[in-house]
């Protein structure tokens, strides 16, 4: 039986979220047998032993290190003093990476991988090069361009970027030129063009439509934006705590909004009527209540396909899995706020193309909402352009090449 390894980066969700996906469709491409080795930690390796809950054997905490958090999103200062310091409950960087490499070189020992698929984990590159052992690294950074305020991080962009280049194939999730979203963010050194692959964005698989919600049947008929809130916690706070900065602006006190938590927490779902009050979902829709805001912890699958197709923009952080699945899958303009430099270059070339509005300050977010009602016809002829070239299947895309890295091994 053949087994693959699957290194799944912890920070954020997007990483886990492709990496979901490609697994669906694996066994699609693949003709012979086959099992699957997890390995993440935190948050992403709870949701592994909830999705696969009679897997648990093939599944691993290995503790890759991470930077640390900040009030919006990671930290820079701590994760610098946390080289050669421990910093709130980790140790000195060095030392992770000494343990966490030793960890998984003992899961490679072990389990003998056939094929190893990388999202964001570049230490299992140098070890899958060591060993022979052919590497698919899924990406969608390179080296970004950085900004004036983090210049001083370039040295550990160059040795980042010699590490992913040690991988057997590199997997861009995008689409390719000139329509590749990340563009920004991979700047790709010479000679290894040969590696390099634009596999396309890993967006979900159609579902099968059933019976509205409540809030789906709350929304319809209404004019909305759509205000998400992704990734870990400092960086979903991060994110509401700039948009609740804009809501108390007055020219939002028409401007009837969903905000998405990413939580799953009924706890949060409620629904502010325009009279002030607060209600239940269910109870909105039976009082028939003129709505300003719906806060939701976490929507379905089918809710968020509504909710996406019945809005009229969406304010994002910047996070590449979020903006392909809005401007390329549902053709809808965005407006990013950027928590750091990796959305900065993602949200600028969505700007550049007419595709969005990167709102650095708060005041930014009410008047990229004026611009966008503005020039909708401008952005949807833009958007349509893009989306006619989007590429969404990077999930199939992998599994092709996953199976064709198996036979050319033989």
Known sequence: MLKIGEFIYPWGSGHYSRMMRLNDVLGDHIREEFEVHFSSKDHVYEKLLKKFPDQKEKIHEIMMPTPIDGKFGPSVTKSLMNLLLPVSKNPPLVRQIANYLREERKLYNKEKFDLVINDGDMGSNILAKNRNIPSLFVTNQFRPKLYNSRSYLYPSLIFVAKQIAKASKILVADSPPPYTMCEYNLN???????????????TNSKQVKKEDSDLEKLVRGNEFGYWMRTGNKSTNDGTGQRYE???????????????SHARNDSNIDLVLG???KKYSVSEALDKKIDWIQIDIGFLSEQEKDTVLDLCKYAVVNGSHTVMGE????????IIGIPI???????????????????????????????????????FQDSLNEFSKNFVPNGAENSAKIAAQTLEEKK
Request: hydrophobic content about 30%; glycine content about 10%.
């Open 188 to 202: 790709f050194t010479k000679g290894i063009e040969e590696k390099i692959t634009y596999v396309g964005h890993f």
């Open 245 to 259: 900065q804009v809501f108390h602006q007055d020219e939002m006190r028409d401007e009837k909004r969903i905000v």
């Open 274 to 276: 325009k009279d002030g």
């Open 326 to 333: 809005i401007m390329g899958g549902k053709s809808k303009p």
């Open 340 to 378: 750091y430099d990796e959305h900065t270059n993602n949200i600028k070339w969505a700007e550049e193309k007419n595709l969005g509005v990167l709102a650095i300050k708060t005041n930014q977010v009410t008047k990229g909402i004026a611009k966008i009602k503005e020039n909708y016809e401008g």
